[in-house]
Each structure stands twice: as structure tokens, then as C-alpha cells.
């Protein structure tokens, strides 16, 4: 199971950071993502890590930072300079063979519950 928690409301420019625990599961070996929605529009590609890299989505890119704690089994993403257009439920993901498109959700095996980031103007 993976549990995500840390979202709230923050002023634009603002920071949060998100956090994602899991059970039940080697996480050293998962490749873990952060992935968000807006109601309406199709999950969007954050973050990844896997293998010892990271990559991250275009509109996020300089501003937010995904990291993986393996003794915590827990995975961060450290949001800076929030900005209105990132307002959208977060959610955690594990992909179980660290292969595929990062970028597509369909990669994921293990999906969290969402958790909202509300950025206001």
C-alpha cells in the first residue's frame, strides 16, 4: 500500500513538500512517481525515480524535487515557487521493474490515494 500525505493550501511561490510511504514491498527496487490531476484533464507526469536517476516533467522542471528515503521507505517531492496552475490532486505511484515510459501512468503497478495541493494567486 502507498500513502501520500502533505498537501494543503500554500500561497503562490510558496513551498510544500508531498511525502509517499509504502508497505509491502522491497522498495529499494521500485521505481517511484509522482503524477497529478486536475478534475476534468488527464493525469500528468511529475516526477520519477528509478535506477539512481530522476526525471521530471517540463512544467515542474527547476521547481520541484523528488527524492527516496529506502529506510523510510518513503519517497519526497520537495515543491518550490508554487505556482496556481500546479492546484491539482498529487498521487504516489511504484513501478515494479524500474522499465517502460516513466511519463505514462499505465507504467505503474501500485497507485496511493491522492492527496490536494491547493496553490492560491
Known amino acids: 500500500q502507498l500513502q501520500a500525505s502533505g498537501g494543503g493550501l500554500v500561497q503562490a511561490g510558496g513551498s510544500l513538500r508531498l511525502s509517499c510511504a509504502i508497505s509491502?514491498?522491497?522498495?529499494?527496487?521500485?521505481?517511484m512517481g509522482w503524477f497529478r490531476q486536475v478534475s476534468g484533464k488527464e493525469r500528468e507526469f511529475v516526477a520519477v525515480?528509478?535506477?539512481?536517476?530522476?526525471y521530471y516533467g517540463d512544467s515542474v522542471k527547476g521547481r520541484f524535487t523528488i527524492s527516496k528515503d529506502n529506510a523510510r521507505n518513503t519517497v519526497y517531492l520537495q515543491m518550490n515557487s508554487l505556482k496556481p496552475e500546479d492546484t491539482a490532486v498529487y498521487s504516489c505511484?511504484?513501478?515494479?521493474?524500474?522499465?517502460?515510459?516513466?511519463?505514462?501512468?499505465?507504467?505503474?503497478?501500485?497507485w496511493g490515494q491522492g492527496t490536494l495541493v491547493t496553490v492560491s494567486s
Open positions: 525515480t528509478r535506477s539512481g536517476s530522476t
Open positions: 509491502g514491498r522491497t522498495f529499494s527496487r521500485l521505481a
Open positions: 505511484a511504484a513501478d515494479r521493474f524500474q522499465s517502460g515510459n516513466y511519463y505514462s501512468s499505465s507504467t505503474y503497478h501500485y
